[in-house]
């Protein structure tokens, strides 16, 4: 089985309950989402495929904002890129969140947007044209740089998003922008931790 592995906390213990399976002598193999997760499955001997042709089985990450939709704000961990490519790739995307982490509407934090840094003050300003306000992930000083060598600007949206799809149909547009943290339309199934246990909320429920 080809699992996609999610990066942050949540997909960590994930990540470490496949590894014990495959302790066991399970067969898995696993699509890491950062360099931060293939470190980790390495460590924990799961075998990791980084190149392949077809789809990928089941992936499991964690979110920063869910919706009732059942969308996603993700990358304030910085792997939204290769989080996104995993989940687009798989055959059922489950997200495993707690109760703080659902909203009623997308946009209470930041949207992080990974950007090019070729030029990328010319990218924040067309952002900006967007009506939103923004900064640079660690400072224009001391930048954080992506596993794909780019930076993130962190946008906030005054009011929140009303139209997620829309939104990030206009972030696309801009020009240096090279992914964004909405996940519209993506998810299966989101697992919410709360004081009486799990509950699964399937897409449409």
Known sequence: MLIGLGSGTTARLFTEGLGRLVAEGRKVRGVPSSRETAELAAKLGIPIVTELLGQIDLAVDGADEVDPSLNLIKGRGGALFREKLVAAASKRFVVVVDESKLVKQL?????????????????????????????????????????????????????????????????????????????????DTVIVGGPEGPKAIGRGK
């Open 107 to 187: 946009g209470v934090g930041v949207l992080p947007v990974e950007v090019l840094p070729f030029l990328w003050r010319t990218t924040a300003e067309r952002l900006a044209a967007l009506g939103v306000s923004l900064v640079v992930r660690g400072g224009e000083e001391t930048p954080y740089i992506t596993d794909n060598g780019n930076l993130i600007l962190d946008l906030t949206v005054e009011g929140g998003i009303a139209n997620p799809a829309a939104f990030g149909v206009e972030l696309k547009k801009v020009t240096g922008v090279v992914e964004h943290g909405l996940f519209v339309a993506m998810t």
